[in-house]
């Protein structure tokens, strides 16, 4: 069956760093456009950014745009999520998730989901 296992959160300063990873199996990852979300506690699931199925389109929410950045290893069916200059407000459990070849900014277009992995920022 497919999964993604998601790992790398933790607690972190503010204005640090943290790097997060999503490993998949049971499904032709090479096809798959990658996002990221996140959730915060009461909040409801918000995009963070999604990369294309071969890496040469990624987008950005407004919010993380110039801090994180998202990449891809197609060898290794994993997607990446560099987050630098982090702030309390990136506080949230961080989801990736996948969908067949073009990537979007919308919750409802992914069909797989991983279990999350907390991030928080303290101030």
């Known amino acids: 069956q497919v999964q993604l296992v998601e790992s790398g959160g933790g607690l972190v300063q503010a204005g640090g760093s943290l790097s997060l990873s999503c490993i998949t199996s049971g499904l032709s990852f090479s096809i798959y456009a990658m996002g990221w979300f996140r959730q915060a506690p009461g909040k409801e699931r918000e995009f963070v950014t999604t990369i294309s199925w071969n890496g040469g389109s990624t987008y950005y929410a407004d919010s993380v745009k110039g801090r994180f950045t998202i990449s891809r290893d197609n060898a290794k069916n994993t997607v990446y999520l560099r987050m630098n200059s982090l702030k309390p407000e990136d506080t949230a459990v961080y989801y990736c998730?996948?969908?067949?070849?073009?990537?979007?900014?919308?919750?409802?277009?992914?069909?797989?989901w991983g279990q999350g992995t907390q991030v928080t920022v303290s101030s």
């Open positions: 998730a996948a969908r067949e070849y073009y990537p979007s900014s919308e919750v409802y277009e992914y069909n797989y």
